[in-house]
């Protein structure tokens, strides 16, 4: 499993890390320019400021957008093209589980969301602060953060895990969205034509399904949450168990729909 | 033992039958040839074999074994299609098959490459399709596998690469292993094949020893398959 994920992380690595610096390049760049102040000295040079922090947003703005979006195309590219495209007569005649293949890939596109997620949020940091003062409130910010959680520290037991339960429910959600595409792109993949829009119809079909059985399952249950919400951090959190399991549910069920395709359904052209 | 088993196998596309009942024993030490013509299951019964596919009916073996993850690592499979990634330079699918097959030989896969002037700094991307499949070829040739499933090696190639590949696969391929090599350009491969299956429409139609169909009805494969496959 590290081997499979050591060469996806290395497949899309390049693309990803080129994005992340010129994206870090530029919010340096618009750091320059727009802590400069306009109308001190000469027109010209005030014109050159505007000129250049116009140029240094768009860019910004783009290079935000692409890196979004390859994270997301590249998620579903690896997934198409290593296991369903020709490299798929490479991967499926390894001797390695057919599960691992797919969850090595779903590991890797959740590193890659979550590195992306970094780097937009970092650059946000480095366009309207200095270096000295990210690293300063960073620093600062985990410190506390490490102190809440130590014995003796300001969060209670429920607070703890109410923090745990967030982080798990995030992470839940991305591995839902990744594992809900390739469930998606198998589906599509047991039609003869039309293969792209199969996926597209299976990938609507599974978020439809997953609305209609989290409202039932709410509806149902409401009387059993009512005491739990009011009775607060504590019932959160038996709320947001709640949600995890089926985070937890939806997520096995995607891989287990893909995992079935891959192993017994499989047809590479 | 026989190395790769088939007991009634039939595999079908939704109403196709790509195989049909089919019954076939390959052993160790043989060089097979699967000769058939365009569609009558040379590259199904493959798949099958390296487990891409899973049968609709019946059951095929691999050493003894059903295709998985353990017989995947006995099996030396080269398809039809370039299956390299182009983000990969020659060292980086050296040292995938290093880490994947236990049975990977690099220092005859590097020498094989050497001897072509493939460098291991070359990226896949630029090659030619001609020395992609070469380089594959090489690194499914340089595997210490037991059985080897070549689909169609020369297909699409000229005679000098044909001439080429067929002389990796002899010259490399271990003797106690089989080969499968499914193929309709049966004029080049027949010198070098101890058997033959012959398929047609998904059924066996012939399995003998290349020796016997010589010695006993006086022909060469070539003569003998444009006989049973007429059109």
Redesign the interface.
Known sequence: MLKLIKYELRATARPLLSLYIMLLLISVFNHFFWTREVGSTNETIDFLISLFGIIGSVLFAFLISAVLALTVALMIQRFYRNLLGDEGYLMFTLPVPTWKLIASKAVVSAVWVIASFIAVALAGMMVSMSMQDIFHSAGAGLLELFAAFLPGGTLSPAEKLFSFQVLLTFVLLLFDVILAVYASIAIGHLWQRHRILGAFLAFNGIWILAVVILVNVLYHLIGVMKPWVDDGVSGINGLLSLVNCMGLIGAAACFFVTLRILSRKLNLE | MAILECKALTKR??TKEALASVDLKVEPGRIVGLLGPNGSGKTTLI?LA?????PTLGQILVDGRVP???T??L?S?L?E?????D?MKVK?VID?FA???ADFDRVKALEMLARLEIGTGDRLKTMSKGTREKVQLILVMSRAAKLYLLDEPIGGVDPAARDYILETIIGNYCEDAAVMISTHLISDVEKVLDDVIFIASGRIALTSSVDDIREEQGKSVDTLFREVFKC
């Open positions: 596309y939704s798949k390296s487990g891409l596919l899973t998985g993850p353990a995947k690592a099996v499979y398809p299609r370039t299956y390299l990634s983000w980086d995938f880490d994947f097959y």
